[in-house]
């Protein structure tokens, strides 16, 4: 029959894909309801965050042919407002955990969201990638979006795509 | 905090594959190990016969002898599904996995997978993945893709690890 481990629920590696959409947070609240009560059940939670990079250059605005970088003041600007909106992504999805008692791990990698989790799956030997079905893209007639299609598509493991809960569609 | 919830619900497409096969026992050893949490439905869709055997096409094109095909082909497929369907039981309770509603329906898994999550207010549905190519995928269709998009609820794919070369 097919070679699978005898891992049981109690080893099991979960990583949550989080970005600043409330969507990934219900994922995060939604996986942990269901599979990670009682909380010693769960191995182990790890917490992604994909920082995007941003263009260290700005086109001037009207008609100059060349692009200009940014005065390192505009970048630093820009950093600190990045590590600001990550503290904040992170601390949200710290205290998911914390009202259900569970403890996790915190990654942040740079780079693009889709490839960057995928990596992070390989890298830290996860069972489960839970990623929510439509984040920051605000296309609402895609059920799925892009980041959480791909990882469907390109991860080596399973994935779970938690689709917010109906009430929430329509409101939007 | 931890109130009293009932049980979740879990769809879960299986078709005859080893992909199926070991997404099924992933899912049970993973999530089911604690009894009364999850209600199990297995859903194998069968594909139909006419389906099976081309007759979509323009109607005549094969003749005769085709349309006589058909009985055998449609007992072939009922015998399939039998088949998936008591690998499903034994893999349940060999998990000791007992609260499970097993269905088989004839039709297309990408139309039967949301309407058994629909009919069965599934908190979940989950599919193995064949693991097709972006080529084989356009050509074949792929159903987790297609589940992954229109079921209401969540989805997740399991995936039969590739063999390391």
């Known amino acids: 029959m097919a070679m699978v481990e005898e891992k049981k629920r109690e080893n099991m590696r979960v990583m949550v894909a989080v970005d600043e959409s409330d969507a990934s947070l219900y994922a995060l609240g939604w996986a942990l309801d269901h599979f ?12 992604l965050h994909v920082q995007q990079p941003f263009h260290q250059y700005i086109l001037p605005a009207a008609g100059g042919p060349v692009a200009v970088y940014a005065p390192t003041s505009v970048t630093e600007t820009m950093k600190k407002a990045q590590e ?30 889709k490839d960057m989790i995928c990596q992070a799956v390989q890298l830290k030997g996860v069972d489960l990638v839970v990623v929510g079905s439509r984040g920051l893209g605000k296309i609402k007639r895609a059920f799925l979006g892009s980041v959480s299609d791909y990882v469907a598509h390109h991860a080596k493991c399973p994935v779970l795509i938690v689709k917010p809960p109906k009430e929430e569609e329509h409101r939007e | ?6 049980a979740m619900v879990v769809v879960m497409g299986i078709d005859d594959s080893e992909h199926s096969y070991y997404a099924l026992q992933w899912v049970l050893g993973h999530f089911f190990s604690v009894p009364g949490t999850f209600k199990l439905v297995v859903v194998h869709a069968q594909p139909s016969p006419s389906y099976s055997v081309g007759l979509s096409g323009p ?19 009922k015998k399939i599904s039998t088949r998936v369907i008591s690998k499903a039981k034994e893999l349940c309770s060999a998990s000791k996995m007992n609260d499970v509603v097993y269905e088989v329906v004839e039709g297309d898994p990408r139309n039967i997978l949301p309407e058994a999550v629909e009919k069965y207010h599934a908190d979940m549905l989950v599919v193995g993945s064949h693991g097709y190519g972006a080529i084989k995928r356009a050509v074949l269709g792929s159903v987790s893709d297609h589940c992954a998009h229109h079921a209401h609820c969540s989805v997740m794919i399991v995936k039969k690890p590739k063999p390391k070369h």
Do not use: H, W
């Open chain 1, 36 to 47: 990670g009560a009682p909380p010693e059940k769960l191995g182990s939670l790890v917490i």
């Open chain 1, 84 to 113: 600001q909106n990550t503290a904040n992504v992170i601390s949200r999805a710290l205290s998911v955990c914390k009202e259900r008692e569970m403890t996790a791990e915190t990654l942040v990698m740079d780079g693009e969201p």
């Open chain 2, 1 to 6: 905090m931890a109130a009293e919830k009932s």
């Open chain 2, 59 to 77: 109607v005549g094109f094969f003749g005769a002898g085709a349309a006589d095909a058909l009985p055998y082909v449609e007992a072939d497929l």
